[in-house]
């Protein structure tokens, strides 16, 4: 004789069938176990027989009875060992609510769950949590989506009936679009259903409160190239790379009229992908020159007392061939040109915890990771060829002005545009989305406050790197004000000649807006103009208070009246101060910026 329970862990969404019970004879069991369901509904003792890796088989007083896994936590002696996935994206959620830490899966022993957050490793009991993934422990994993629906698989899943159809690159995709979709569904304060359809492929769905599909997602994870690819052939309403578009992709698009790829209207951008070259915490070097790590990466340098360190071969540790996080790191190191490592560099398996692990253990080694993984290692700061140190922060990643970082971006044509990707590009440019940015390791544009007093150095070279009388007295008043004055990371920058700003600018300074809004009612702002040094000092001097001038101006206009209690001033310093060489277009670039600095009333 059988019967069927049927419950409702989740009553907005479904009822599945989790438990079918069969009369039958004795078998063989372990120990006793209790199986609990989340809601409670469900508490069922007895001695477990087996254990398929999906179901529960236990011996109870009524006889043998089926429990879907998926649907129940398991207690007792006879439990069997969970098995889980570390480096796993995962959840810890408490049943009230109250409790939602995202991470990356660390470890499951003792039923404690550890997960690696943006606040260090955190330990929450099973007990307390459920873990909510695809990398959790089988036991006591809850899963949202009903057994009794089959888990799609490429062939069954049709793009074209998502409502939104994301594709490119992998880094985006598989690192940063799990943190923003389920930032997106709280955003809409919907429920996420994420399926994994494939290793490049994922459905996102949506729903409400009453169940009711508010939106699908699906995400195509590959490469940057394919995400112009499907623009071009209209497959998809979003291209994620990972760098900008090249020439030849840009110039296809905007044959078939989708428009100009490097104009504001065509692009994102969403965050920034940041590494750090890392060495372990004993070693007592702490900056080194590009040039320094050039030569350790090549071969040529190969003991740590060649750069000022104690007398030890240099452990050198790298990505394989192919790597896009070898690529930003080589084209900064090596100045966009192509090199061959050294023939003692060691390539560990595995991505960035695999990279710092190997630091953490070998007190001579050398590598770089994304930022988020540097946390208990030393970050070395990196100094240019023409004597600019760029400190390892996460400040100076903000402000684009540390060498070793990328742009992540969201392309996109206005002429295959749906309501749908209007929305989520309008959530990712937003404050909303930068949490989940956080969490997800890479950078975002929230607005960071930092003195200047901690930069001696580039004050102590402004005076040293000016002759004439009048430029004297300006690098003079720069380094007064640099003394009295805090840095917000917000950096407004401008193409050669150009005062106008772009779509990220504008966001950039809608997020300020918000800051200033928390500041009390005594506090100054001054909006600092910068250039590179193309041109006479004098055109540059006129040139960067227009830039600080057009910047204010925008202020106010997108301000309203929401500042009205903040003092502004504009002021601007010419090619003083740069923040990298000018050697280059692209220093070039990154000096032509204004910068936006606060202090308090007295």
Known sequence: MKYSVKTAFYPDLFSATVISLAIAGTAAYAESVVLTSPDGEINLSGDLVEFTGSEYIIKTSVGQMKVSAAQVSCSGPGCPAPTFQVGSNVSLQSLDGTIDIKGTLVDFADENYTVKTSLGNIKMSSDVVRCVGAGCPQVGGISIIPTSTPVPTAASVNPASADLRIAGSDTLGLGLLPYLTEGYASYLRTQLSPQQVSDTVTLASYVSASGRPVATHYI???????????????????GMASRPAKVKEAAALFAAGAGDM??????TVVAVDSLAVIVHPDNPISSLSTRDISSIYQGFITNWSQVGGRNAPITVISREDGSS????????????????LGSRTVYPEGDNPEMAAAVQNDVNAIAYVGFAYSQGLKRLDLTSSCGITS???????????????????????????????????????????????AQSSFVNFAVERTSQLVNNEKISNLLNSVENPSEITLARNLMTDMQSWDRLSTTIRFPTGSSSLGKKEINDLNRLISYLETRPANTRVAVVGFTDDVGSFTQNLSLSNRRAQSVAQSIARLAGNRLRNIEFQTKGYGELSPSVCNTDTIGQSINRRVEVWIQERT
């Open 220 to 238: 195509n994870a590959t490469g940057s190239g394919d995400a112009f690819d499907a623009l071009l052939d209209r497959s998809a309403e979003l």
């Open 262 to 267: 490097y104009g504001p209207d065509n692009h």
């Open 325 to 340: 996080t070898r690529g930003v790191f080589e084209n900064a190191i090596f100045s966009g040109q192509e090199r061959p």
């Open 391 to 437: 400190t390892a922060s996460t400040f100076a990643v903000k402000t684009e002005e540390y060498p070793l970082n990328r742009r992540l971006y969201f392309y996109y044509r206005p002429d295959n545009m749906t309501t749908e990707a209007r929305k989520f590009l309008e959530y990712v440019s937003s404050p909303a989305a930068d949490e989940p940015i």
